[in-house]
């Protein structure tokens, strides 16, 4: 049986939603946020220099699965303040449970793979776990970011 292709992707930059659209006239429709597209043209940079680095990666794979780790800012309340600013508080999340909404992330991350040429359709994705964490936190990921951004990993189902 052969190995599993894998593409790892560490996009930096700040994470942003692929929010609603919106009309603008003569049949043009803007993105809501102006976050979105330096977003998408970080998470498009990684993705290319990814598949440079692993030429064996198929776009015409029939299935892929994808594992999504999106890194937000810690917003200034979760620190301590005084001396200590520069610490955690003792119960600083390690899970974001605030906007953005995931499945938003999703999209917009989804759409800018799409245009790196990583997979030949969307569809092609079977699944994903994602999940939206903190830097600094208790959540275990391996090697994780210290900085806002992502790691996806994704795999070619057999």
């Not at 052969?2 to 803007?30: D, N, Y």
Request: aromatic content about 6%; some cysteine; proline content about 7%.
């Amino acid at each position: 049986m052969p190995a599993r292709k894998r593409l790892f992707i560490e996009v930096v930059g700040t994470p942003a939603p692929q929010g609603s659209k919106r009309h603008v006239g003569g049949g043009r429709m803007v993105e809501s946020s102006a976050k979105v597209a330096p977003w998408r043209e970080d998470v498009k940079l990684a993705a290319l220099r990814a598949l440079e680095a692993c030429p064996d990666w198929d776009c015409m794979a029939s299935s892929i699965s994808m594992h999504a780790v999106f890194v937000l800012a810690r917003p200034r309340s979760h620190y301590r303040t005084g001396r200590y600013e520069n610490l955690l508080r003792d119960g600083a999340p390690s899970y974001v449970s605030t906007k953005p909404d995931l499945d938003k992330l999703l999209r917009s991350t989804c759409d800018a793979l799409s245009s790196a040429g990583v997979w030949a359709d969307d569809c092609r994705l079977a699944s994903v776990h994602a999940r939206k964490v903190y830097p600094g936190g208790r959540v275990y990921v391996a090697a994780p970011l210290t900085r806002p951004g992502a790691r996806l990993t994704l795999e070619q189902n057999i």
